[in-house]
C-alpha cells in the first residue's frame, strides 16, 4: 500500500511508520520536518506547516491508498488536508481519543456513548475549546470528507516504549525501586491502557483490511483491576516491593488524585473513569491484539533506562517519595488508633 | 479443623521434588547435550569462584541437570553418580559413576576419589545416606544433603524457621516405604544422619519448598501458567490475599552450588519469593507473560471444601491461611536469604514453565498430574454463582 502518514515522528508515529515498513508498504511522511528529522530514510519526505495558510500544499496532486492522521487536534487541521486529499485517499484514518466522549463519570461506554459537544470551527472560543471537544470535530470532519473511507480511532492511555507522559511508567519504575508502595483503593478497581505497538500495529491492519468506522482501542482484552496492573509489574521483578492497599475516602481525605497522582486509576464516579472501562468488542472483532503486559513492561523501562538520568528523576506523573511515605504513614496511623 | 488432616498431611509430604512423588524422573527442559536456552540469572555478586570438584548423586532428574549445567558455567569439576538409567543422553561429557544405592555394595564406586562438594538429591531412604556416608568417609569436604520443608510436623504458625518442631523421625521398617505419609519421616532421619556420617562441620541441610519451572512432571506449579493460557473464567482459591511460596529450579540449583562455592554450612528452609507474595500477586503475575483472556474468580476456602476441592492438589500452590495450614505458606526462609539464596522475576518462571510445557508430548500435557478437572472447576463455578447470586 501506498501510505501518507501526518506526523509520524513523535510519540505513536515511529512504531506506526516502522511497522508499515516492515509490512512492505511505501510510507510518505509529512509534518514540519523538525522532530528528528532522517529518521526513516526509507520514507520519502514531505514539508509543511499545517498551521501556516498553504501548509498543505506538499501533497496537492499526489494520491495515497491511506493516510493516517496521526497529531491533530485542531479541527482547521483536518478541514486543510481534507481539501488537498479529498478524492486522492481511499481510506482517512485519524486518531482521535477517549476523551470525546461526554459524560466520563459513566461506565463502560461503546461507540454509540454520547460525545462531547463538537468544537467550533472558527470564531472567538475556537482555540480554546476544550480538548475532546476539538476531537469530535475533527472525527466529523474526516467522516464529512470520507465517509465509509473515514476511520475513526479512539485510544485511552497509550503506553510503552517513547511514553513522555509517564503516566504508566510510573508504576513500573516504582515498583523496581521496592519496598512499601502506596496502591490505589481495591484489586478491582478497573484499570484499562494500551501498549503503543498494539494500537499502531493494528492501525495499519485496520488499513490493510480497508475498515471504516468508529473504534475504541484499549487493553487489556479483558475487564481489568488496578490489582492485575500491579501484580502484573510485579512478577517483571524479584525484589521486596510490597503492595499497601489504600481505600479510596482514605485517599481523597488526603487530597490524592487519581490520575496525576495515582496513574491509570480512577475515583468512582470521577472524570477518568471513562479512560479505564471502555467497551472493545468493535476493535477486539476488526483484529486488535495484545502483547504480554509483561512484554509492554519490560520494553517501556528498557526506553525508560536509556533516558538522561534527569528525566528518569523527574517523571511528569505519579507521586513523589516523600509524599506517598507520608500518605502511607497517614494510612497505618489511622489503622493503629481505629483498630 | 478446617481441613482433613490426613488428606493434608498426604497432600503436604510431596513437597521437596519429583522424587517424593515416585515420578520417572527426567529432564526434558535440557536437551541431550546439556544446553539449554539461556535464561536470565540474577545477580550473585560473586567473581568467578575457585574450582571444586563437585560429586553429584542423581543429577539426571528435575533439580540436578540445572546444578550440573550451572556448576559446569562456572568452571567447577563434575561427576554424576547414579543407576545410569535416568536421561542417559544428558550431559554426555560429564564423567558418571555407576551404582544402584538399592542394592548391597550400591555406592561402591564413591570409595575412590576426593570431592570438595557432594550434593546429594534423590535421597528420601537413610540407608541411601548411611551407603553414601561409609563408602565416602573422610574424602568429603562438604555434603549437601536435599531435604524438605515437609520435615516439619506443625504448619499452623506463620514465620516458622528451621526451628520447627520435626515429625518423629522414621523407623527402619518405613525407610523404604514410597507412601507419602514415610516422606517427611524418613527426610528427618535421612538429615539425623547426614550430620551423623560427615560431621556437623561439613553438612548443609537444605529444605525447599515447592520446586517449580521447566522440567517439573508434578505439573503442581505448571497448572497455573496452563490453566492461565488457556483463558476464559478460572476457579482462584481463597482470596487474593492468601500467602503462597514456591522456588524456581534455577535459583534453587544454582544457590546450592553456591553453598558449595562459598563453604555454606548449616540447615536451611528454602523458598520464596524473597518478599511475602500472595495468591493474586502469583496468578496477575502469570497472566502477565500471556496474551489470555483469563480471567479469576476468587472462591472462599470454605466453599471449596464443601465443594470437596482439595487445595494443593486441585488448588496448586495453595493451602487454607488458616488452621493447621495457616503457616504452610509462610515459612521462615530469612537464613537463606542470608546465606544468597535469589530469585528470578516470577514473570520468567511463568515464561519458562509455559514454553517447556508447551514442548512436551501431546500426551503427557493431556495428563496434567495436578490441578482440578476442567469440568470440575466449570462445575464449582456454577455452584458458586448461584449461591452468590452472580
Redesign the interface.
Known sequence: MKILVLGGTGYIGPHLVSHAIARGHSVTLFNRGRTRPGLFPEAEQLLGDRNAPDGHAALAGRSWDVVFDLPTTNPQWVVNAAAVLKGNVAQYVYVSSTAAYKDFTRSFPDETHPTQDPAPLDGPDAASAPYGNKKVRCEQLVQAAFGSGATIVRPGLIVGPGDLTDRFTYWPVRIEKGGEILAPGQLDDPAQWIDVRDLTEWMVRLAEQRTGGVFNAVGPRTVCGIGELLYGIKACYANDAQFTWVPQAFLAAQKVRSWAEMPVWSYTGASTVAFCTSVIEKALAAGLTFRPLATTVRDAMTWYHARPAAEQERLRAGMSAEREREVLAAWHAQRRGGS | MSLDRRAFLKTSAVLGGAAGLGLPVMARAFTADGVRPPASR?ETGAAQPKPLRILILGGTGFIGPYQVQYALDRKHQVTLFNRGQTNKALFPNVPRLIGDRNTAGGHDALKRGTWDVVIDNPTRNPAWVRGAGEALKGRVGQYVFVSTISVFSDYSKPGMDEQGPLHTPGAPAVWASNDGANYGPNKVQCEIDATAQFGEDKVTIVRPGLIVGPGDLSDRFSYWPVRIDKGGEILAPGT?SDPVQYVDVHDLSEWIVRCGENHTLGTFNATG????TNI??M?????????S???FTFVPAEFLREQQVRAWSEMPVWQPAMGPTLGFMQVNCQKAYAAGL??????DT??ATLDWYKSRPAAEQEKARAGIAPEKEQAVLAAWHAKAGR
Open positions: 540474577p487474593p519469593p524473597k518478599a511475602p493474586a500477586e496468578l496477575y503475575g502469570i497472566k502477565a507473560v500471556t496474551t483472556d483469563a480471567r535469589t530469585f528470578r522475576p516470577l514473570a511463568a515464561k
